[in-house]
């Protein structure tokens, strides 16, 4: 989960576009010195994941990273997106679904929609009943119409990120929307003194490369499978 910069908080924290805007006009882009990611821990052990870390990052206020409201509007945006397309919903996967922020607002916008939640993490599956398994190694004898990917592969070694970018063209056979923390993001755009900063920085170019060997950039963090059988516009692609 990433939140955006507010000059106040993220484990994906992100300032507000307006909001990072008038501060950039307002004081200047700031240089920052990043973490060597050699020494940080191998990130995605269930067991991390514990109370403590969904307490911390999701719902005490104080230190959240993201809001009800932020992912409401990422949902609609989702949903709006797949309807735009032409893309029929019936399955949604998603993919390290953690408290499940996403799951009301998509099945809103999608109400013909079954929702997988998928977690490594025992305690979320315990409390929420979530599918447990890994990104990496996760099977379905039914592929997904649209997988959700949200600020779970940073989370990752550079390994466990390939297999899984690789897994997700087996579970997605329409739209991926995906995001992860970037080196570049935790240089310029997270909030860093809320972002959870123990996890893989990897460049965006990295994830492009391997995401796309099975699906074609679309923009704003969405791609389509090469052989989903669905048009769009040149002008409308990345
Ligand atoms: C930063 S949280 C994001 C949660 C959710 N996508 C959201 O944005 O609200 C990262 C989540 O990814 C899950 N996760 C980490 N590694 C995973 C893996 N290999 N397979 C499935 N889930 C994983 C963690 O348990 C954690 O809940």
Redesign the pocket.
């Known amino acids: 989960?990433p939140r955006r910069k507010t000059w106040r908080r993220s484990?994906?924290s992100c300032t507000a576009s307006s909001e990072r805007f008038a501060a950039v006009v307002a004081r200047g882009a700031k240089a920052v010195v990043i973490r060597d990611q050699r020494g940080m821990r191998a990130?995605?052990d269930?067991a991390r994941?514990d109370r403590a870390y969904?307490q911390r990052?999701?719902l005490d206020p104080r230190t959240a990273v993201?809001s009800r409201a932020e992912?409401r509007a990422r949902a609609r945006l989702i949903s709006a997106f797949t309807e735009h397309i032409g893309l029929p919903v019936r399955r949604v996967l998603?993919?390290?679904?953690?408290?499940g922020?996403?799951r009301t607002p998509l099945l809103r916008g999608l109400p013909k929609a079954e929702y997988v939640g998928?977690?490594?993490?025992e305690y979320?599956c315990q409390r929420y009943g979530w599918v447990q398994?890994?990104?990496?190694d996760?099977r379905t004898s039914q592929p997904f119409d649209l997988v959700v990917c949200?600020?779970?592969l940073q989370?990752?070694t550079d390994r466990?990120a390939a297999r899984?970018i690789t897994n997700l063209a087996r579970l997605c056979r329409g739209v991926l929307y995906m995001t992860a923390l970037t080196r570049g993001d935790w240089q310029r755009n997270c909030d860093q003194s809320r972002t959870?900063r123990d996890v893989h920085l990897r460049t965006a170019d990295w994830y492009r490369q391997r995401l796309k060997r099975a699906f074609r950039p679309i923009g704003a963090g969405f791609w389509l499978r090469r052989d989903a059988p669905l048009t769009t516009w040149e002008l409308e692609m990345a």
């Open positions: 989960m484990p994906r990130a995605s269930g994941f969904y990052f999701y993201t992912m998603d993919a390290g679904c953690g408290v922020l996403l998928l977690e490594t993490s979320l398994g890994s990104l990496t996760w949200y600020d779970v989370y990752l466990e899984a959870d």
